[in-house]
Antibody, heavy 131, light 110 residues
Framework: QLQLQESGPGLVKPSETLSLICTVS??????????WAWIRQPPGKGLEWIGS???????YYSPSLKSRVTISVDLPYNQFSLRLTSVTAADTALYYC???????????????????????WGQGTLVTVSS | QSALTQPASVSGSPGQSITISCTGT?????????VSWYQQHPGKAPKVMIY???NRPSGVSNRFSGSKSGNTASLTISGLQAEDEADYYC??????????FGGGTKLTVV
């Protein structure tokens, strides 16, 4: 059974860098069928996709966070990580790592043969930005 | 990209059916069949209930169904049960190779 577990500091100072790791167990992060994502949820608010990475290292980021986000993968450790720079109080949130389907072959603005859901989630880790 | 639009809240009585809408644009919901729905109980991680518009993962009750028309997707829950009370989020793939969520809908079973 696939399990994802987030880890990292629960408190980060304003202007510093938030760093989290997601450890995947019960399955390989090198699967061609899946991407690995970070999603966050501010207290009492909705879900926000931060970005995703494929086992090859290809990354896709939210346009609104792209300038501050880096997601990387560590295949030997079956982990992927998140770095978010220059954090403010607005970055305080529950951070989830999750697995999502490979959208498949995409061309001309359409995709074929893939799957598009976040089917496995970690339990989430709360990160508070405060001095 | 802008979040998909969902009603903030819906309610229903046990045994009734409810529908939650999720409105996007021709660049996300209207373009791809990669619309999914998530149920989130307080203090828990989201759980996928519907994927690729109208597919149920193994183990999800057939009381949950999904559909799409144009730029709007819908989640229908029939035979409402007390345990269905939760927050529900939709999600879609977008033309900019990104993912977007809806703002969430709080379902109350009264």
């Amino acid at each position: 059974q696939l399990q994802l577990q987030e880890s990292g500091p629960g408190l980060v100072k304003p202007s510093e860098t938030l760093s989290l790791i997601c450890t995947v167990s019960g399955g390989s992060i090198s699967s061609k069928s899946y991407y690995w994502a970070w999603i966050r949820q501010p207290p009492g608010k909705g879900l926000e996709w931060i970005g995703s990475i494929y086992y090859t290292g290809d990354t896709y980021y939210s346009p609104s966070l792209k300038s501050r986000v880096t997601i990387s993968v560590d295949l030997p450790y079956n982990q992927f990580s998140l770095r978010l720079t220059s954090v403010t109080a607005a970055d305080t949130a529950l951070y989830y790592c999750a697995r999502h389907g490979n959208p498949g072959y995409c061309t001309g603005g359409y995709c074929y043969g893939g799957r598009g859901d976040f089917d496995n989630w970690g339990q989430g880790t709360l990160v508070t930005v405060s001095s | 990209q802008s979040a998909l639009t969902q009603p903030a809240s819906v309610s229903g009585s046990p045994g009734q059916s409810i529908t939650i809408s999720c409105t996007g644009t021709s660049n996300d919901v209207g373009r791809y069949n990669y619309v999914s729905w998530y149920q989130q109980h307080p203090g828990k991680a989201p759980k996928v209930m519907i994927y690729d518009v109208n597919n149920r993962p193994s183990g999800v009750s057939n009381r949950f169904s999904g559909s799409k028309s144009g730029n709007t997707a819908s989640l229908t829950i029939s035979g409402l049960q007390a345990e269905d009370e939760a927050d529900y989020y939709c999600s879609s793939y977008t033309i900019t190779t990104s993912w977007v969520f809806g703002g969430g809908t709080k379902l109350t079973v009264v």
